[in-house]
Antibody, heavy 118, light 113 residues
Framework: EVQLVESGGGLVQPGGSLRLSCAASGFTFSDHYMDWVRQAPGKGLEWVGR??????????EYAASVKGRFTISRDDSKNSLYLQMNSLKTEDTAVYYC?????????WGQGTLVTVSS | QPVLTQSSSASASLGSSVKLTCTLSSGHSSNIIAWHQQQPGKAPRYLMKLEGSGNYNKGSGVPDRFAGSSSGADRYLTISNLQSEDEADYFC???????????FGTGTKVSVL
């Protein structure tokens, strides 16, 4: 059974940084692309970015709203995905989900809440 | 970038059927989409991948009551024999090959009467 467990959320001041983690199990992590998706309170889903697998050079893509501030990385030896968030803004407040992508997203984590506020 | 248009809400009686629509913007009518369900207070759940041909592949454990279909730029999710646990938000997702990036529809809130 696929399991994705996010951690690292919390309260951070505007301009601050935070690193989210996602622990994966139940599938061959190194074979797959992985995504981050967020959901602001009471709003819809917003794609944040993704990392490809080793066979595709771990290349990454990002949404325009986070490009240059957020960095996705992975450690296949630890079956873990990361989201480094810098220069955080109040509008980055959201639940952040880790997701397994085959062609479309096929599995979601339970999410971790990030609150950006002074 | 493709835009996915969904109606904001839909409702139907317990045991009846409801058909949700996700419309792809011009130039993207052949895109594959995915449907996701989000029950109140929970994480999203993948329901199915749906092609422009109408072929669909459901996720593990998704009940037979959920079915997909397509017509032109429209992608449909039909829920038959509606149950109380089907009360949820339903989002569609697709891929923008130009950017590249992924986009979600704004979601349809389904109420079971």
């Amino acid at each position: 059974e696929v399991q994705l467990v996010e951690s690292g959320g919390g309260l951070v001041q505007p301009g601050g940084s935070l690193r989210l983690s996602c622990a994966a199990s139940g599938f061959t992590f190194s074979d797959h692309y992985m995504d981050w998706v967020r959901q602001a309170p009471g709003k819809g889903l917003e794609w944040v970015g993704r990392t490809r697998n080793k066979a595709n050079s771990y290349t990454t893509e990002y949404a325009a709203s986070v490009k240059g501030r957020f960095t996705i990385s992975r450690d296949d030896s630890k079956n873990s995905l990361y989201l480094q968030m810098n220069s955080l803004k109040t509008e980055d407040t959201a639940v952040y989900y880790c997701a397994l992508r085959i062609t479309m997203i096929e599995n979601w984590g339970q999410g971790t809440l990030v609150t950006v506020s002074s | 970038q493709p835009v996915l248009t969904q109606s904001s809400s839909a409702s139907a009686s317990l045991g009846s059927s409801v058909k949700l629509t996700c419309t792809l913007s011009s130039g993207h009518s052949s895109n594959i989409i995915a449907w996701h369900q989000q029950q109140p207070g929970k994480a999203p759940r993948y329901l199915m991948k749906l092609e422009g041909s109408g072929n669909y592949n459901k996720g593990s454990g998704v009940p037979d009551r959920f079915a997909g279909s397509s017509s032109g730029a429209d992608r449909y999710l039909t829920i038959s024999n509606l149950q109380s646990e089907d009360e949820a938000d339903y989002f569609c997702e697709t891929w923008d090959s130009n950017t590249p990036s992924y986009v979600f529809g704004t979601g349809t809130k389904v109420s079971v009467l």
